[in-house]
């Protein structure tokens, strides 16, 4: 298929990547020039790209960023034919994911929410999963993309409900993860070595693919962005906002902000999310590592 592929971070180079290995022909574009993958053209803009593109796909930070990248100056709506599809990867708020999608049809383009989940190395092993919002016909079509990204999709109803989903995801991941490094600053605190109770999570219900994930990294102190502390927050902002409009109380979740707020401010929002856990450590007088990091 010919596809326009917008935004080359860290999960849209590789996912873009993985297009052009499985025979597509692929044309990229990304907001800080000089991103290139392999075997696929280079556009200028994104309508530059989107000419000609059967399929254009999305994969930036944030919902005006989607907004510009389709309405703006030198925007995809200037390329648009009818048949199109377009397809966002993003994470971005559901309310307006439907509103674009309501504008594009009226130009007979059809829209998907596809967000995804399995963090740079699910992207870069075609391992992704996509929880996808759209017409069953249109993500049939979309089909041999989804394969030489990912390994499975969830279809969870209209355009919007991928969105949705990925939002009600991430608030799991963010309250998990903040569980985990309560737990684990507090049995360090206690003297209890912080290896030892990975080894007994993992063997009880407290296991988790959060847990099993995150915790060799933080063992390590390694907090290299595997999914950055600023993208999450974005997301925690835009899962507080969807709740405000649908009138739903996350108390949790509105604590955890405050974590990530204060993250923000001791300059930690471009380290993986999983660098929260240093407030928990400073607060607490002490730093949890395995014995030989």
Request: proline share 4%; hydrophobic share 50%.
């Amino acid at each position: 298929m010919r596809v326009a592929f917008l935004g080359l971070g860290i999960m849209g180079h590789a996912m873009a990547a993985n297009l052009v290995k499985a025979g597509h022909e692929v044309t990229v574009w990304n907001r800080t020039p000089g991103k290139m993958v392999e075997g696929a053209g280079i556009a200028p803009n994104p309508a530059a790209a989107a000419q000609g593109a059967e399929v254009v796909w999305l994969c930036v930070s944030d919902t005006a960023a989607v907004e510009k990248i389709l309405f703006g100056a030198d925007g995809v709506e200037q390329s648009l034919t009818e048949g199109m599809i377009i397809a966002d990867s993003s994470t971005i708020s559901p309310s307006a994911t439907v509103k674009f999608a309501e504008k594009l049809r009226s130009k007979g383009v059809s829209y998907v929410d596809a967000p995804m989940t399995g963090s740079k190395i699910g992207a870069a092993n075609a391992a992704l999963i996509f929880m996808v919002g759209g017409e069953v016909a249109v993500i049939e079509r979309l089909n041999p993309l989804f394969e030489a990204m990912g390994k499975k999709i969830f279809r969870m109803g209209e355009t919007g409900k991928g969105q949705a989903t990925k939002l009600a995801m991430n608030l799991q991941i963010a309250l998990i993860f903040e569980g985990f490094a309560e737990a684990l600053t507090l049995a360090t605190k206690l003297g209890v070595d912080p290896r030892q109770l990975v080894s007994l999570i993992e063997a009880t219900m407290v296991r988790s693919g959060v847990v099993e994930y995150k915790a060799p990294f933080v063992l390590q102190r390694d907090f290299t962005p595997n999914f950055p502390l600023r993208l999450m927050h974005k997301d925690i902002r835009l899962t507080l906002e969807a709740a405000k409009e649908a009138r739903v109380k996350l108390p949790a979740l509105e604590t955890v902000e405050e974590i990530y707020d204060l993250a923000t401010e001791e300059g930690h929002r471009d380290l993986d999310y999983a660098a929260t856990l240093t407030l928990l450590e400073k607060w607490a007088g002490i730093q949890v590592k395995g014995e030989a990091a």
